[in-house]
């Protein structure tokens, strides 16, 4: 915890990106009945029969001082999806800086060997290099800053029935591009000194 805690105090550096990743699934729902669309007066109506449609994936990562975020809509969360994204970030996203400062938690996809499962070891190599993994501890995802943006895309485009992934993808790239336009950038206010006195009961007790 104080590990991302520092990482999070860190002042902004270009050529060092600070970049939350997370991710999450989404039930692709369909309608039984067509809706009927509203009227003056009265709000649309959804039949509350509902036809599942399989789950889609979503990656976000976000950079949270520059109010950057970056999304990807996958079939699956495997090591090759997770891989895939950490190279759409590296070579499409930060392709001129030297590291990026990658915070996440530890799922058994989130890890080098992923790269080398997904590509060539010089590729796997190359994009590893350029990474600087810190990982949020057990039961501490609430330290991960995209998982409160995932929360924030959960509100404002996925409250909704949503039933293809092309879909999907059209409306989380329309929420990505105005959230960003935005400049919505995250102001972050836990310290470590914050953590050692809320937090006290986590850590090994001591006799003077």
Partial sequence: ?????????????????????????????????EPLPPKP???????SEYERLGTANIFIAVEPLAGQRTTQVTERRTRVDWARFVQLLLLTVYPLVKKVVLVMD???????????????????RALAARLEIHYTPKHGSWLNMAETELSVLSRQCLDRRIDSRDFMEREVAAWQSARNNAEAKINWRFTTTDARIKLKRLYPSFEV
């Fill in 1 to 33: 915890m104080e590990d991302v805690l520092e990482v999070y105090h860190r002042p902004y550096d270009p050529e060092h990106p600070l970049v939350c990743m997370d991710e999450c699934s989404k039930q692709l729902i369909g309608e039984v009945r």
């Fill in 41 to 47: 007066g009265q709000i649309a109506k959804y039949d």
């Fill in 106 to 124: 530890n799922l058994n996809t989130h890890g080098i060997a992923s790269l080398y499962e997904a590509f060539d070891p010089e590729t796997a």
